[in-house]
């Protein structure tokens, strides 16, 4: 059994699928592994490194691809990248299905089973395969650092001979992954937290790290929560109220780091123009939604604007402004999730198709869509 790893072609993408540490559990599978050359620089993971693990370096895409029966990216890959691949093998990445149905059909004619890594069930047994979960710890930890760059002045309370420095007031938008690990990295250094959700459950876990919850605490904010733990698109009327508090909560502001996401459809507008400029000069805004249009208003994915003295940052891909421990996670989370797709007697590709995690992230079988959201 060939297992390849190619080097990531989007210009932004600095992760890699594999490191030298799943090489080597992929090696005790009994797999081949091939890794191209150079897959995983950006990474801190040298060729040698991975040669050290037990892998084969190719010299291009086309080499590493060449009979692979698994295929591991961080991203989609285009349907040319997979040419030389053995028939039915398994591609596993995250996948992006919403909105690129034509790509999922070109890539499914290539007679390759795509996994989606982000459709993963949220149960007991698949929470170590959790990508977004292990992406979005890193994404918000970047947040806040990233933000502290950003901002000019000084986080924590500091109090000196000269006089004191009032600490930086911090509001998280969106309690997920990401916005917990926010607000306990801007409680650590040092700013004063405070943090809003539709998602009741959410006021507990804000509160036992010390933030402070905001939000309009009515019967629809008690229903707003889905069966898979996902927050419910709002009411306009309810939006309208939570805007109002918010806004006024956002004006008294020094940073507001907004993580809300509906999987499928754009960001929520959290954040409209009037709001943000309402801050005073020199705060900043970081856009973790700014892939999916943004949750400000003023946000443009990729760029930072400044709008009235205020920074809005349209980060992208803050995961991988931290590749080697974002690559170290993700390359567990496939792992963990391959691991499963291989016999142990046979040592072999072979896909159990009642399996609930293959139900739940395949997308292409046998040159169709397989998964009817995305079918054309």
């Known amino acids: 059994m060939r297992i390849a790893v190619q080097s990531e072609t989007d210009k932004n993408e600095t992760r890699v699928a594999a490191t030298p540490e799943t090489v080597k559990k992929f090696k005790a599978l009994g797999a081949e592994f ?26 291009s895409a086309a080499a590493a691809a060449d009979n692979a029966e698994i295929l591991l990216r961080v991203r989609r890959p285009a349907p040319g990248e997979l040419s030389g691949i053995a028939r039915g093998a398994a591609v596993v990445a995250i996948a992006d299905p ?91 250094i040092g700013g004063i937290v405070s943090a809003t959700d539709v998602r009741p459950a959410t006021k507990e876990q804000v509160e036992s790290l010390g933030a402070k919850f905001v939000a309009v605490e009515n019967d629809e904010f008690r229903q707003a929560e889905t069966s898979g733990g996902y927050a419910k698109e709002m009411s306009p009327e309810y939006q309208a109220a939570q805007a109002e508090l918010v806004a006024a909560h956002i004006a008294k502001q020094d940073i507001v780091i907004t993580t809300a996401l509906i999987p499928g459809r754009p960001a929520p507008r959290l954040i409209s123009a009037a709001a943000a400029r309402s801050m005073r000069a020199g705060s900043v805004i970081i856009d973790l939604a700014a892939e999916r249009g943004g949750n400000c208003e003023l946000t443009k994915p990729g760029e930072t604007v400044v709008d009235n003295g205020v920074k809005i940052v349209g980060a992208g891909n803050l995961a991988g402004r931290l590749p080697a421990t974002a690559s170290s996670l993700y390359a567990k989370n496939l792992f963990a999730f391959v691991e499963t797709l291989i016999s142990k007697e046979t040592k072999t590709l072979a896909i159990d198709w009642n399996d609930e995690l293959v139900k739940a992230t395949a997308l292409t079988r046998d040159g169709a869509v397989i998964d009817s959201r995305f079918a054309a």
């Open 34 to 59: 091939v890794v191209q050359s150079g897959a995983g620089a950006i990474s801190g993971f040298s060729d040698a490194d991975y040669a050290a693990a037990g892998a084969t370096i190719a010299q």
């Open 98 to 188: 919403f909105g690129h149905e034509k790509e999922l059909a070109a890539l499914a004619q290539t007679g390759a089973t795509l996994f989606a890594m982000e459709l993963m069930p949220r149960i007991t047994r698949a929470q170590v395969m959790d990508v977004l979960s292990s992406q979005a710890n890193i994404a918000g930890y970047r947040a806040v650092i990233d933000a502290a760059a950003e901002y000019g002045r000084a986080i924590p309370m500091m109090m000196t001979a000269a006089g004191t420095v009032p600490a930086a007031k911090i509001f998280i938008m969106g309690v997920g992954v990401a916005g917990l690990q926010a607000i306990a990295t801007a409680r650590r």
